[in-house]
Structures are given as C-alpha cells and as structure tokens.
T-cell receptor, first 113, second 113 residues
Framework: EPEVTQTPSHQVTQMGQEVILRCVPISNHLYFYWYRQILGQKVEFLVSFYNNEISEKSEIFDDQFSVERPDGSNFTLKIRSTKLEDSAMYFC???????????FGPGTRLTVL | SQQGEEDPQALSIQEGENATMNCSYKTSINNLQWYRQNSGRGLVHLILIRSNEREKHSGRLRVTLDTSKKSSSLLITASRAADTASYFCATGLNPGGGNKLTFGTGTQLKVEL
C-alpha cells in the first residue's frame, strides 16, 4: 500500500542553522501539507500546497519557513534560521483532492539546541 | 472550548469492551476525520465523514456526525489491547480546494487485558 515517507526521522541542529525536512507524498496525490506537533501539544497546521504554490498557511508559517516541490516526487520544508521553539515533530501529509483523506508520514523529530 | 475538543481526555477499558470518544467543534466544516497516534509515532487515518453524512462504518469503527450540535463520536467495538493509542478528531473546511485540518486535543485510550 502506498505511503508517505519522510527523511530524516530525527534531526538535531544548532539554533540559527538552516534545516530541510524532506517528504515523498503518495504518487497520485495532488495536495501536500506540513503540520507540526510540539511535545505534549496538539497537531498544528503549517501550510498546504497545490499546483506548485501555497494554497493556505498558518500564522506559524512566517518568513523563516518555505516549502518547495523541487521535482515530481519530493516536497520539502525549509526552516531558514531555527529557533529553540521550532523543536517539534514535523509531519508531512498528502491527499488526492482537497477534501479527501489526508495521509500522514511518520514524522521528522526536529531538536534545536 | 476550542475547535476540535475530544472527551474524555483519557479512557481506560477492558479488552472486549466498547470505547466511545466524542469530539466537539465550533465552526462550520466540510468534513471530519479521525486519526490514531501511537506514542511518539505518526498519525494513522481511520475514517472520514462528510458534513452531509450522519453515520459511517469501517470494520470495528463507527463514526457519527451531528452538524446541528457540532459534534462527532467515534465508537470502537470489541476493543483490543492493540487499540491502545491516542485518538484525534480533525475538522476540515476545504476553503479554495485545500483542506487545512484543525486537530483536537485527543483522547488517550488504554485497553487492558
């Protein structure tokens, strides 16, 4: 069964460094998402992406964040200058259409020191 | 209460019993999805119910949706120890084709042998 994959599973970085989190969505899906979950808290929406552009973003998704679909399979989240409060589990998700089920990847645990 | 609040926060039952979790939300929705999350792991999609549906079944899962009360329930019948996990409802509005999900706080279900 096709699934969303994410790499790396765990990323440790120093404050101020740039990180790129990678995702491979399910191949026939058209909508892509990033969410994050700070330890012990709710899952929070960051951004949705469709037709090579951002369709919606949350207040969390400020100028330090960017997303890209550099080729036909990868979907990346870049944090330009990480802060301590960016430490969280980051989940990528994809869906075939906007109103359909979203399938989540296993997540990347980002630790900012 | 916030968009997507589940109750109870924690539920402990014996294997074989049924587990019922409730979710309330505040705004209009296009669909509501239930997810399971094992400790520290990714989100597994369980079931999606659209705003024009009242009930849906999938295996041992039964979901109801009452849009007049802005609430949903998830029933797991004949529970098993492997059902031990956190369960989240997530509401989708589908504005402009995307479908940003707003997650609840979750119910921690423990099924004991």
């Amino acid at each position: 069964e096709p699934e969303v994959t994410q790499t790396p599973s765990h990323q440790v970085t120093q404050m101020g460094q740039e990180v790129i989190l990678r995702c491979v969505p399910i191949s026939n899906h058209l909508y892509f998402y990033w969410y994050r979950q700070i330890l012990g808290q709710k899952v929070e929406f960051l951004v949705s992406f469709y037709n090579n552009e951002i369709s919606e973003k949350s207040e969390i998704f400020d100028d330090q964040f960017s997303v890209e679909r550099p080729d036909g399979s990868n979907f990346t989240l870049k944090i330009r200058s990480t802060k301590l409060e960016d430490s969280a589990m980051y989940f990528c998700a994809s869906s075939r259409r906007g109103g359909n089920e979203q399938f989540f990847g296993p997540g990347t645990r980002l630790t900012v020191l | 209460s916030q968009q997507g609040e589940e109750d109870p926060q924690a539920l402990s039952i014996q294997e074989g019993e049924n587990a019922t979790m409730n979710c309330s939300y505040k705004t209009s929705i296009n669909n509501l999805q239930w997810y399971r999350q094992n400790s520290g792991r990714g989100l597994v999609h369980l079931i999606l119910i659209r705003s024009n549906e009242r009930e849906k079944h999938s295996g041992r899962l039964r979901v109801t949706l009452d849009t007049s009360k802005k609430s949903s329930s998830l029933l797991i019948t004949a529970s098993r120890a492997a059902d031990t996990a956190s369960y989240f409802c997530a509401t989708g509005l589908n504005p402009g084709g995307g479908n940003k999900l707003t997650f609840g706080t979750g119910t921690q279900l423990k099924v004991e042998l």
